[in-house]
Structures are given as structure tokens and as C-alpha cells.
């Protein structure tokens, strides 16, 4: 049963459906920030346990495929090691949760620190949109709007 299991979750498989996945908590964080439901399945711990069980079950996979995890640590070496571990499918996988995980953690925060200062939702709209696209510049971009609107700098909360 447990072949029938891993030949269904494919890496192709996983793929598709960590992809399709997300978006459903990335639109509620768009269009309903404030509702119940965001805050139960969006910014809740919630999704870090589904994204972060698919993580540990792809680890277990890789490991008894014959993947070397010590490999990974060779992208500190410099970038020609890093493009060769982009090349390898397994490290690429993991990769792409890790980011996926990380960016909805982002999105979360931005939407959970904007509804206590009390932000419009229009004013985090297009810095939660970039979130999702690439991470550090949508946290960026609201870390800005939230100087200006919080009318304060500080360092740490």
C-alpha cells in the first residue's frame, strides 16, 4: 500500500498540487484578510503543517532514493555549486517548498501586522501580490508603506 502511496505523491505529482495548493491561501489573504476563515486556515500555523509534513515526507523519500543531503551544503562554495544543485531535481523540490513556505509566512505577517496597525487592505494589496512572487521585495515594499503609515521607525516590535 505504501508503493501504491509513493507512486501516486510523484515529484512531478507533488508539483502540480503544492502549486494549485497555495493559491487558495494567497487569494483569501488578498480578498478576505479580515474574515474568519484567514484566520483559522491562512495565518494560523495551519498551513506551515501541511507545507512542512510535505517537506519532511520528501526528505524521507529522497533519503531512501539514494539522495545525498550532504550534497546541499556545497552552495556555499559558490555559485557554480548552487547551479549545480538547481540542476538536481530532489534539491530543487525541497527548494521550492522551502520558498512557497517561506513567502506565505511573509504574506501572513504583512496581513496580520497591516490589520494591527489598522491598514486599508487596497494598501497592502500590491505588497502582498509581489510577496507571492518574489518575497523580499513584497516585504520590502510594505515595510516602506509601513514607515509612512505607521508614521515611526523602529528596528524590531
Not at 515529484?11 to 480578498?31: A, C, D, K, R, S
Not at 520558498?99 to 494589496?125: A, E, H
Request: hydrophobic content about 55%; overall charge neutral.
Amino acid at each position: 500500500m505504501i508503493e501504491q502511496i509513493a507512486a501516486f505523491f510523484s515529484i512531478e505529482m507533488i508539483y502540480l498540487w503544492i502549486n494549485i495548493g497555495i493559491v487558495p491561501f494567497w487569494l483569501i489573504l488578498l480578498f478576505f484578510p479580515q474574515s474568519k476563515i484567514c484566520g483559522l486556515f491562512v495565518t494560523s500555523i495551519f498551513p506551515i503543517l501541511i507545507l512542512g509534513s510535505l517537506y519532511l515526507y520528501l526528505i524521507y523519500f529522497f533519503s531512501f532514493s539514494g539522495y545525498d543531503f550532504s550534497e546541499n551544503f556545497t552552495l556555499y562554495f559558490g555559485l557554480y555549486y548552487l547551479r549545480d544543485l538547481f540542476e538536481n531535481e530532489s534539491f530543487l523540490m525541497i527548494f521550492w517548498i522551502h520558498f512557497l513556505t517561506i513567502n506565505l509566512f511573509c504574506g501572513s505577517w504583512i496581513v496580520r501586522d497591516s490589520q494591527r496597525l489598522y491598514m486599508p487592505k487596497f494598501i497592502v494589496f500590491l505588497p502582498i501580490i509581489i510577496t507571492y512572487f518574489v518575497g523580499p521585495l513584497g516585504l520590502f515594499i510594505y515595510w516602506i508603506l509601513r514607515i509612512f503609515y505607521a508614521k515611526r521607525i523602529s528596528l524590531f516590535d
